[in-house]
């Protein structure tokens, strides 16, 4: 792989940047809908015009082949950047909701769609376009200004981002900052309105505690270990062909890739040679010279996995296994009948190791998935209805996937995000223009004297009569106890109850 050098911004650049958003911001440049229309127009094109050399990026980044590139990058981001489009008066616009029934007259009840503010969004390596311009469509979207830390690991990604940013958005309101740690913890130094991280769950425990400094909202995007489900009913041949490409895509470096899988010892049988026959059929019989098989981002994480199947000391490897440290290569590996607490099943593997864990019965896979922390994605692979049902209701996860694996993440109607250890918040769609808004409520009242001749019940001197009338306006039958009758008593009891105080009044 070829080490680019990657620019980092001096302490002095990163303190100008962080001043520059914030003031750009404070002018209201970002707020109004043409101009956060143009600048999602400008980042479609900025995609578009350089296609190939993000692709060539990418390769050298991550050996990803052009179409892995361009389908799980390039158009992702760029529908994105079209969603938004297409909807953006539609999200930003006021909702006005129905008052309750002490506010029904003479008040105004709107929900405003406000930018956040001045946005952080720290991207990961593993998808470097797609993670580091998706969360800015909706930083854009919203009306934020943002500056993007693009990930050091994967540096041809990073220095073409800051390079193309500047000549496509408006560099008052879009900054890039590249760096690693200490850029990015001189970053959090700063006071955000909200910053959007996406990496692993150790880092985002720092970012959390720099958030909390300043009580900065965030958005978590994070990983874990989303485990397979296959029912011995499903179609293997169809379930394998799609469980290799989930594993595969990237080299397995994906957040939502399949981690292990849940298999009783019948269905591995059909399994496991279904398997073997999509790797071969997707990569031939040496995949490290199939020119579409990715390679790992680099040695520390190589090690890393070659460590955990060196460590890993039960089962057996039944598909792969060769790693090549020199061309940072290895092959898709399927390790079967893994025991439950072994290496493999610690941490999140992201790479293309796939173990494979026996269980007795759905009720044995349930309960295992259980006993783990909730993972970002959970797949099932079965027809049987309500195998499927028993599953959803009895384990939890960010999102869930039936029959299928990765393809929910393309789908902005979806919200994307975990729970719990695997994140916090999502974004996609109207999820992420949502993540950088804030919905500020507002409430307008009249100033007519008739109004504030009822409002005025709530002012001392407190009186047995105002507390009855208060009462009748506040108070609303529970919705069980609601019948006809009492549907429009209340209105009737109001209207005379008004009428003999507005006298009492005007007598006074
Ligand atoms: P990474 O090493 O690129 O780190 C992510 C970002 O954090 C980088 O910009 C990096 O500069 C910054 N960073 C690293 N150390 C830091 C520190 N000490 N202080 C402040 N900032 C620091 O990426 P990664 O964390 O290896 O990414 C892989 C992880 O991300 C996996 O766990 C994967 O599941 C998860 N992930 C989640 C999603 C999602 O959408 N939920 C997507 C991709 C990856």
Redesign the pocket.
């Known amino acids: 792989m070829t080490t680019a050098i990657l620019q980092y911004n001096t302490k002095t650049e990163i303190e100008q940047t962080a001043l520059t958003v914030q003031q750009t911001f404070k002018s209201g440049y970002t707020r109004p809908l043409k101009f956060r229309r143009h600048q999602l127009e400008q980042l479609w094109r900025l995609i578009d015009d350089n296609t190939d050399a993000l692709c060539d990026a990418l390769y050298m980044d991550l050996r990803k082949h052009k179409n892995e590139a361009t389908l799980g990058e390039l158009i992702t981001t760029k529908e994105e950047i079209n969603d938004a489009l297409v909807h953006l008066e539609e999200w930003a616009r006021d909702e006005r909701t129905t008052p309750s029934f002490i506010n029904r007259v003479g008040t105004t009840c709107i929900k405003r769609k406000e930018p956040k503010g001045v946005v952080l969004v720290?991207?990961?390596?593993?998808?470097p376009v797609y993670?580091a311009l998706t969360p800015l469509v909706g930083a854009i979207a919203a009306g934020c200004t943002a500056v993007l830390?693009?990930?050091?690991?994967?540096p041809h990604s990073a220095r073409l981002i800051a390079e193309l940013i500047p000549r496509y958005l408006d560099n008052k309101a879009f900054m890039v900052v590249n760096?690693?740690?200490p850029?990015?913890?001189q970053l959090?130094d700063h006071k955000w309105d909200h910053i959007f991280?996406?990496?692993?769950?150790?880092?985002a425990k720092?970012?959390m505690k720099a958030a909390a400094k300043h009580l900065t909202s965030l958005t978590l995007?994070?990983?874990?270990k989303s485990p397979v489900i296959i029912d011995e009913n499903a179609n293997m041949t169809v379930a394998a062909k799609r469980i290799a490409f989930g594993k595969t895509f990237n080299a397995g470096?994906?957040?939502?890739a399949p981690d292990y899988i849940l298999i009783t010892a019948k269905a591995e049988e059909k399994f496991v040679p279904a398997l073997k026959q999509a790797f071969l059929e997707m990569y031939g019989p040496d995949p490290q010279a199939s020119k579409d098989y990715g390679r790992i981002v680099n040695t520390r994480h190589f090690k890393r996995l070659c460590d955990v199947l060196m460590e890993n000391k039960s089962g057996d490897v039944v598909i792969g296994g060769q790693a090549d440290e020199n061309d940072l290569f290895i092959a898709p590996t399927v390790i079967a009948n893994v025991e439950r607490d072994d290496k493999l099943m610690e941490e999140?593997i992201?790479g293309p190791l796939l173990p494979l864990i026996r269980v007795t019965d759905i009720d044995d896979a349930i309960e295992y998935i259980n006993s783990k922390d909730e993972p970002?994605a959970l797949y099932i692979f079965s027809t049987n209805r309500k195998l499927v049902n028993k599953v959803l209701d009895s384990t939890r996860s960010?999102g869930v996937l039936v029959n299928d694996t990765l393809m929910h993440?393309s789908e902005g109607t979806l919200p994307?995000?975990?729970t719990g250890p695997?994140?916090m918040g999502s974004y996609h769609g109207k999820s992420s223009f949502d993540a950088f808004t804030h919905v500020r409520s507002t409430m307008i009242k009249g100033l007519s004297p008739v109004i504030e001749s009822a409002m005025g019940l709530r002012y001392a001197p407190y009186t047995s009569w105002s507390m009855t009338f208060a009462k009748m306006l506040m108070e609303t039958t529970p919705q069980f106890k609601r019948g006809f009758l009492q549907k429009y008593i209340k209105w009737i009891v109001v209207v005379l109850l008004f009428g003999v105080h507005y006298a009492r009044n005007i007598r006074h």
């Open positions: 720290i991207a990961p390596w593993n998808y993670l830390k693009p990930s050091e690991v994967t760096g690693g740690a850029e990015t913890t959090l991280y996406t990496g692993n769950g150790t880092v720092i970012i995007e994070l990983g874990g470096q994906t957040c939502i999140e992201f970002l960010g993440v994307f995000g975990g695997s994140g």
